[in-house]
């Protein structure tokens, strides 16, 4: 730890200061990336922390996010730890919805669903008139605020703000 609060790991890179929680990863999870989001496991009890890679567990999809993964060597059925809160890396889709206006643009969970994009961010940019149903989606799933611009299947900082907190 710096006096930047920030701290450097070769094998993650950069993390900077912000609110981090202790969880397990689902058994059933595959690996996830640096970057990508997890979402609270609603298949066990609420005081095991448990979060899965599946952005699945709720209707529609990517509802229950829990965090950004700081560990790419985390193993399904283990604790570790995820940023909750403030400036993190976040792994973006392959191609983004839209081309971003530039930084300060609105991240959200991509919710693809199941594949490449599972787990990772997007960015919307539109000038149509969103329905009720689409505001909703988006305020479900809102990160936060690039920090940088995001690119095609960049880790891009994201400063996350502070929703599905626990504990």
């Known amino acids: 730890l710096n006096d930047n609060n920030v701290i450097f790991d070769s094998s993650i890179g950069t993390v900077y200061g912000g609110r981090f929680q202790y969880v397990r990863l689902s058994s059933g999870s595959t ?3 640096l970057g990508q989001l997890v979402f609270w496991d609603v298949t066990v009890a609420v005081n095991l922390y448990q979060v899965t890679t599946l952005e699945t567990g709720t209707t529609p999809g990517a509802q ?3 965090g950004i993964v700081l560990n790419p060597a985390w193993t399904a059925g283990y604790y570790s730890y995820i940023q ?3 400036l993190v890396d976040v792994k ?3 191609a983004l919805t839209q081309a971003p ?14 594949g490449v994009d599972n787990g990772l961010a997007d960015v919307l940019n539109s000038a ?8 909703n989606l988006m305020a479900n ?3 936060g605020t690039a920090w940088e611009l995001p690119v095609n299947g960049s880790t891009t900082l994201v400063f996350l703000n502070p929703r599905n907190i626990r504990g």
Do not use: E, I, Q
Not at 101 to 114: E, W
Not at 128 to 135: C, E, G, H, I, L
């Open 101 to 114: 206006a530039g930084v300060g643009v609105a991240v959200y969970a991509a919710a693809a669903g199941a």
């Open 128 to 135: 149509d008139p969103a329905t009720f149903s689409d505001v």
């Open 141 to 143: 799933r809102y990160l």
């Open 31 to 33: 690996t996830p990336a």
């Open 84 to 86: 909750v809160y403030g």
């Open 64 to 66: 229950f996010m829990a």
């Open 92 to 94: 973006f889709r392959a």
